[in-house]
């Protein structure tokens, strides 16, 4: 074994990924229940609120955004090769365009592998702040999976496992369709849910440049 970075298309994944999530369709329990997303599943929990965002041209949902415990966690699952992975590459791209934006950048190993911390430079009322926010990401057979942690979770340890388990517990949706890497699996409105734009948690770059 040679020393030294990963090449861009390693994949990136906790070791124990297909027994503790984040899973794909074939490894979820079948009885569980699950909020139907479309690319995405999630487990209902207790003071789990979900939002989806919409982009505005298309009307096309292009993330699920949920609330938890003080924290908010955004989330995309994208089409990936069934060999190699996304998020080394990915990662690179988060981390530079937040440097051209002037924030501060911390990459470090967390529980799903490498991850991002940033200081993110915001605008709030004329006002010059800060925000700081967790860029995750999984490479699963088939697909990747991005979140994007902020409030509490970037920046408390017991906030962050709390909203690190249920980033854990999505089960991505692949489906058996061709699809280019990089493409976004389409999401949909689960019934009786509202689907509304929102602002996302820090920059949110698409897996595709």
Same mark, same amino acid.
């Given at each position: 074994?040679?020393?030294?970075?990963?090449?861009?298309?390693?994949?990136?994944?906790?070791?124990?990924?297909?027994?503790?999530?984040?899973?794909?369709?074939?490894?979820?329990?079948?009885?569980?229940?699950?909020?139907?997303?479309?690319?995405?599943?999630?487990?209902?929990?207790?003071?789990?609120?979900?939002?989806?965002?919409?982009?505005?041209?298309?009307?096309?949902?292009?993330?699920?955004?949920?609330?938890?415990?003080?924290?908010?966690?955004?989330?995309?699952?994208?089409?990936?090769?069934?060999?190699?992975?996304?998020?080394?590459?990915?990662?690179?791209?988060?981390?530079?365009?937040?440097?051209?934006?002037?924030?501060?950048?911390?990459?470090?190993?967390?529980?799903?592998?490498?991850?991002?911390?940033?200081? +993110?430079?915001?605008?709030?009322?004329?006002?010059?702040?800060?925000?700081?926010?967790?860029?995750?990401?999984?490479?699963?057979?088939?697909?990747?999976?991005?979140?994007? +942690?902020?409030?509490?979770?970037?920046?408390?340890?017991?906030?962050?496992?709390?909203?690190?388990?249920?980033?854990?517990?999505?089960?991505?949706?692949?489906?058996?369709?061709?699809?280019?890497?990089?493409?976004?699996?389409?999401?949909?409105?689960?019934?009786?849910?509202?689907?509304?734009?929102?602002?996302?948690?820090?920059?949110?770059?698409?897996?595709?440049?």
């Amino acid at each position: 074994m040679t020393d030294g970075p990963l090449p861009d298309d390693a994949k990136s994944a906790p070791a124990d990924r297909a027994e503790n999530g984040p899973f794909d369709e074939s490894e979820a329990n079948a009885v569980r229940p699950y909020v139907d997303l479309g690319a995405i599943k999630l487990v209902p929990r207790p003071e789990l609120q979900l939002r989806l965002e919409v982009e505005e041209s298309t009307k096309r949902v292009i993330a699920v955004g949920i609330d938890y415990q003080g924290s908010t966690l955004q989330v995309q699952a994208f089409a990936a090769p069934r060999s190699s992975g996304l998020w080394h590459e990915v990662r690179r791209q988060i981390v530079d365009q937040i440097r051209t934006q002037g924030g501060e950048i911390t990459e470090r190993d967390g529980v799903f592998g490498p991850e991002v911390v940033a200081q +993110i430079p915001v605008q709030t009322d004329g006002q010059a702040s800060t925000r700081i926010a967790r860029f995750i990401g999984v490479d699963g057979p088939r697909w990747f999976l991005r979140g994007v +942690i902020a409030g509490q979770g970037a920046v408390d340890a017991t906030a962050a496992e709390a909203i690190d388990d249920v980033f854990r517990s999505i089960v991505v949706v692949r489906g058996s369709t061709p699809m280019p890497p990089r493409d976004l699996i389409p999401l949909q409105v689960p019934a009786g849910a509202q689907a509304a734009a929102g602002a996302s948690a820090g920059p949110t770059p698409p897996a595709s440049s």
